[in-house]
């Protein structure tokens, strides 16, 4: 059992999104935990937060698949009895590597997409909700809040990832319903949608994206880093959004214009 301020759970553990959000809340004082289904690389990013970390403490984990009710629930009584509180949550999808063409794909591979981007993160997220209402009443947690990262699939047609556009679209709204419910309970809400984020890719799709920036796809003519997800995320921890609940922060460099 340990003894932590604010403590922040965060899914996609292994991941670069999720490593700059962690780091920029570990530059906050906060202690976060993260999840991943594979256990030997979320061992390894928790190892470098550990490193990054002025105190070992500040960081723990604890391998779960989003997709089975057994490990959400596992995974949540993990948080509270190592600290008895979570103050923020943040969901950020993983899933596996399946075509989702729309006139191609399979029933088999469409649900994989939706378990991974859509019922995993429901679910979790429902547990969580229920138990940041308990904490708030008792007076352990003051002001807990949900994000949600998704991605400007939830708007955007993109036929060749047709089922993570359909779970996107879900995603957004299952901020406002989250939002609607908890908001009477001093619980905020939020969809931190990005945009073209680099994290790697081959090499064909980097230059593709490459010259439809520098052609002006985004009136920042950069690609997205992971920091810039962290800091968004970072701002709503640090409670400087307090009016704002059921909100899509935008991280895209301005995709979202729909420009002339």
Same mark, same amino acid.
């Given at each position: ?93 993983? *899933? ?16 994989? $997409? ?5 019922? *995993? ?6 547990? $969580? ?16 809040? @949900? $994000? ?45 949608? $990005? ?9 064909? @799709? ?55």
């Amino acid at each position: 059992m340990a003894s932590a301020e604010q403590v922040a759970l965060i899914t996609g553990g292994s991941e670069p999104t999720a490593q700059a959000v962690a780091r920029e809340l570990i530059r906050r004082d906060w202690t976060v935990v993260i999840t991943a289904s594979n256990g030997q690389e979320l061992e390894s990013a928790a190892g470098e937060l550990r490193r990054f970390a002025e105190a070992a403490e500040q960081v723990a984990h604890f391998p779960a698949d989003l997709a089975a009710s057994g490990d959400r629930e596992a995974l949540v009584e993990f948080v509270l009895e190592e600290f008895q509180r979570i103050d923020l949550a943040v969901s950020i999808p993983t *899933g596996p590597e399946v075509n989702e063409n729309l006139l191609e794909m399979n029933e088999q591979a469409c649900g994989q $997409v939706m378990r991974a981007y859509l019922i *995993g993160p429901l679910f979790l997220m429902q547990l $969580v909700a229920n138990e940041m209402v308990r904490l708030t009443e008792s007076g352990a947690v003051e002001a807990g809040k @949900i $994000v949600l990262v998704n991605s400007i699939g939830a708007y955007t047609s993109a036929t060749e990832r047709a089922a993570r556009c359909l779970a996107g679209a879900a995603t957004s709204m299952l901020t406002r319903l989250l939002a609607d419910s908890l908001g009477e309970h001093g619980i905020n809400v939020y969809e931190i949608r $990005v945009g073209l984020i680099s994290t790697g890719g081959t090499d064909e @799709i980097r230059a593709r994206y490459d010259r439809l920036i520098e052609e002006g796809l985004t009136p920042i003519r950069r690609w997205g880093r992971p920091q810039d997800i962290g800091l968004a995320v970072a701002a709503v921890a640090e409670d400087l959004l307090p009016y704002s609940t059921g909100e899509v922060i935008n991280v895209d460099g301005g995709f979202h214009l729909k420009r002339l």
